[in-house]
T-cell receptor
């Protein structure tokens, strides 16, 4: 069975500084990897995904994520954080193949706090 | 844009009541999902459906059932609500896995069972 770990419950960063939100995964075979963001009292919004190809994936709002197969990681990054980036971030993984390939497994979430 | 709507943003029910949560998507997606979200636990899949009248259990199906009579609508049913089902419920839809379907989420229903 697949699993996702987000080792930090909260990440604090000053506005203008780079940010990283960590994610590691476990899955049989090749993964599909996703990042979602949730603003207060809202549903999840898709940020970016890795399917195949370039290990550096660019997404919405200036975010990017780097797929590292040897470390089974998919960390979310942004060069310069904004206060408006403060939200709850979820990493998710999905295996290839069959109906199970439709199911996402989510990490526990990381709260990002960007202070002015 | 994909739009996924949920019938209620906030719902308060009593223990033992039968509860229906409705989800509608307007993008002709084959797959639909119900999750619950609890602090520190992330999102956990309750059920998903890959076609009309088809369903599969997720990680935590106990105490829940689902209905998908039409492609655009997926209902989550709590047969007899209990206080441990107080949670945020999120619906999502996607194209099939073979088409690399990203899941798109509704705004969520915060259910409180008293």
């Amino acid at each position: 069975a697949q699993s996702v770990a987000q080792p930090e419950d909260q990440v604090n960063v000053a506005e203008g500084n780079p940010l990283t939100v960590k994610c590691t995964y476990s899955v049989s075979g090749n993964p599909y990897l996703f990042w979602y963001v949730q603003y207060p009292n809202r549903g999840l919004q898709f940020l970016l995904k890795y399917i195949t190809g370039d290990n550096l994936v660019k997404g919405s709002y200036g975010f990017e994520a780097e797929f590292n197969k040897s470390q089974t990681s998919f960390h979310l990054k942004k060069p310069s954080a904004l206060v408006s980036d403060s939200a709850l971030y979820f990493c998710a993984v999905r295996p290839w193949g069959g109906n199970a390939g439709n199911m996402l497994t989510f990490g526990g979430g990381t709260r990002l706090m960007v202070k002015p | 844009d994909v739009k996924v709507t949920q019938s209620s943003r906030y719902l308060v029910k009593r223990t033992g009541e039968k509860v229906f949560l409705e989800c509608v998507q307007d993008m002709d997606h084959e797959n639909m999902f119900w999750y619950r979200q609890d602090p520190g636990l992330g999102l956990r899949l309750i059920y998903f459906s890959y076609d009309v009248k088809m369903k599969e259990k997720g990680d935590i199906p106990e105490g829940y059932s689902v209905s998908r009579e039409k492609k655009e609508r997926f209902s989550l049913i709590l047969e007899s609500a209990s206080t441990n089902q107080t949670s945020m419920y999120l619906c999502a839809s996607s194209l099939p896995q073979g088409r690399k379907g990203t899941q798109y989420f509704g705004p969520g229903t915060r259910l409180t069972v008293l």
